[in-house]
């Protein structure tokens, strides 16, 4: 690779990134999110960095290899329940763990993990945790770095619509329990601390008569019902769930948990209307296109374990999303996280485009930012604590990473931010 500046000597490890990439021409509506799985892995050791890309070799995909073109359709439906698996393509195609010794690729519509070898990035195939997983797991499982516990749910179209569980260091699973939900239910992430899971129950969800007569996923918000927070003991019974009711709207991504004394803060990405009418001049584009156009609000929610009290409050309204933190500081309490701007219509936005780095103060609401530049857009960008960091030291000293495309060039790079001087 050419490196331009010095790499970290301290900046040890991989950044590895997830994300659509489609193999063959779709069946139906192409959706953005409907590309197959591709990895694309940026390793760094002695201040030298190698690259490594390959797709997830999903059963569907071998499939597909097979008869040299898709068989499934994408998300825009209709759902083929004919087919085997999955009624659309599970892609794997949404985020990356590192858990037990291995990476974890996972989808958005709670699919298949699939276990990948994090130095080749070569499949072997769905992990099935010793033949024990009997259901699919959520886009956003997540890992406790300080037990090495994975905490999951999953969700589907059938009662009690969804299901929690946790999986030990070692691979097994040790904890399942099923969660009533009033009906089928489109959550994304989940929250955690030390001794509590945060579950999510939004007023967003599918028609179902549509789908069932049309076999089309049509998403609508009810700003009439409120949102639900389930916090649940980390290895508590379905009777053990405490549900808080709190203003309607959609999250989208969690940034972080923790507890204080009797209350359980959860920081997010707040939507507040996340269903968007389709502008008409975007034509056959038009659906897809209104459901990446969003408003997204750095948020805070406080739950009384003890007196059931619910409190929440707008930190800033600058438009960012898909926000990391120190890894080592998740499931306590945190300062920092970095996100990304998405500029809205009225500042010149169309889609989920991210034009900058923003490095937040949770507590205050004040950012530094960092502009990547005209026609040059980010993802997700990770912490990379300094080699040999501990829990113990400064939440800020790393790097953060994140990989830009240049639309003018199609150049992309990754870049690496000194976390406590972003500025």
Same mark, same amino acid.
């Given at each position: 690779l050419e490196v331009i500046g010095d790499l970290p000597a301290d900046l040890c490890g991989a950044y590895i990134r997830n994300s659509p990439v489609p193999v063959h021409k779709p069946v139906n509506r192409y959706h953005a999110y409907d590309g197959d799985g591709m990895l694309q892995g940026v390793y760094f050791r002695d201040g030298k960095a190698s690259y490594a890309n390959?797709?997830?070799?999903?059963? =569907?995909?071998?499939?597909?290899?097979? =008869?040299? =073109?898709?068989?499934?359709?994408?998300?825009?439906g209709?759902?083929?329940f004919s087919l085997p698996y999955f009624p659309i393509k599970d892609s794997s195609n949404t985020d990356i763990i590192y858990y037990n010794g291995k990476l974890l690729s996972l989808w958005y519509n709670a699919g298949e993990p699939y276990h990948i070898d994090p130095l080749t990035l070569d499949t072997y195939g769905p992990e099935t945790f010793d033949g024990h997983l009997k259901h699919t797991l959520s886009a956003h499982s997540k890992v406790d770095l300080n037990t090495g516990e994975l905490l999951f749910f999953t969700y589907g179209n059938k009662a009690p619509y969804m299901?929690?569980?946790v999986a030990s260091p070692l691979g097994e699973l040790v904890h399942e329990v099923p969660i009533d939900l009033p009906g089928p239910r489109l959550p994304h992430d989940l929250g955690f601390t030390p001794n509590y899971t945060i579950l999510h129950d939004f007023p967003v969800f599918q028609d179902e008569a549509v789908f069932k007569q049309a076999g089309k996923r049509i998403v609508r918000f009810h700003p009439d019902v409120p949102t639900r927070y389930g916090i649940i003991p980390r290895f508590g019974d379905s009777d053990a769930v405490t549900w808080f009711e709190c203003d309607p709207c959609y999250l989208l991504h969690v940034i972080n948990c923790w507890e204080e004394g009797d209350w359980i803060v959860m920081d997010g990405c707040r939507q507040p209307d996340p269903v968007n009418k389709p502008d008409a001049a975007d034509g056959d584009l038009a659906s897809m296109l209104a459901q990446r156009r969003r408003v997204f609000q750095l948020y805070r929610w406080q739950f009384n374990l003890k007196t059931g009290e619910v409190r929440e409050h707008l930190v800033d309204d600058l438009n960012t999303e898909f926000p990391m933190i120190n890894p080592l500081y998740g499931g306590r309490r945190s300062q920092f996280t970095y996100n990304q701007y998405i500029p809205l219509l009225e500042d010149g936005g169309r889609t989920l485009k991210f034009e900058a780095l923003v490095k937040y103060h949770t507590d205050t609401g004040t950012y530094e930012r960092w502009d990547y530049g005209p026609g040059i857009y980010g993802s997700e960008a990770p912490f990379a604590p300094r080699l040999g960091a501990a829990a113990a030291d400064a939440e800020d000293d790393g790097y953060v990473l994140t990989m830009t495309t240049d639309v003018s060039t199609w150049r992309s790079e990754c870049l690496i931010f000194d976390a406590g001087a972003l500025s």
């Amino acid at each position: 690779l050419e490196v331009i500046g010095d790499l970290p000597a301290d900046l040890c490890g991989a950044y590895i990134r997830n994300s659509p990439v489609p193999v063959h021409k779709p069946v139906n509506r192409y959706h953005a999110y409907d590309g197959d799985g591709m990895l694309q892995g940026v390793y760094f050791r002695d201040g030298k960095a190698s690259y490594a890309n390959k797709w997830i070799r999903t059963k =569907a995909l071998l499939k597909e290899q097979e =008869a040299g =073109a898709s068989i499934w359709p994408g998300i825009m439906g209709p759902f083929d329940f004919s087919l085997p698996y999955f009624p659309i393509k599970d892609s794997s195609n949404t985020d990356i763990i590192y858990y037990n010794g291995k990476l974890l690729s996972l989808w958005y519509n709670a699919g298949e993990p699939y276990h990948i070898d994090p130095l080749t990035l070569d499949t072997y195939g769905p992990e099935t945790f010793d033949g024990h997983l009997k259901h699919t797991l959520s886009a956003h499982s997540k890992v406790d770095l300080n037990t090495g516990e994975l905490l999951f749910f999953t969700y589907g179209n059938k009662a009690p619509y969804m299901t929690y569980g946790v999986a030990s260091p070692l691979g097994e699973l040790v904890h399942e329990v099923p969660i009533d939900l009033p009906g089928p239910r489109l959550p994304h992430d989940l929250g955690f601390t030390p001794n509590y899971t945060i579950l999510h129950d939004f007023p967003v969800f599918q028609d179902e008569a549509v789908f069932k007569q049309a076999g089309k996923r049509i998403v609508r918000f009810h700003p009439d019902v409120p949102t639900r927070y389930g916090i649940i003991p980390r290895f508590g019974d379905s009777d053990a769930v405490t549900w808080f009711e709190c203003d309607p709207c959609y999250l989208l991504h969690v940034i972080n948990c923790w507890e204080e004394g009797d209350w359980i803060v959860m920081d997010g990405c707040r939507q507040p209307d996340p269903v968007n009418k389709p502008d008409a001049a975007d034509g056959d584009l038009a659906s897809m296109l209104a459901q990446r156009r969003r408003v997204f609000q750095l948020y805070r929610w406080q739950f009384n374990l003890k007196t059931g009290e619910v409190r929440e409050h707008l930190v800033d309204d600058l438009n960012t999303e898909f926000p990391m933190i120190n890894p080592l500081y998740g499931g306590r309490r945190s300062q920092f996280t970095y996100n990304q701007y998405i500029p809205l219509l009225e500042d010149g936005g169309r889609t989920l485009k991210f034009e900058a780095l923003v490095k937040y103060h949770t507590d205050t609401g004040t950012y530094e930012r960092w502009d990547y530049g005209p026609g040059i857009y980010g993802s997700e960008a990770p912490f990379a604590p300094r080699l040999g960091a501990a829990a113990a030291d400064a939440e800020d000293d790393g790097y953060v990473l994140t990989m830009t495309t240049d639309v003018s060039t199609w150049r992309s790079e990754c870049l690496i931010f000194d976390a406590g001087a972003l500025s």
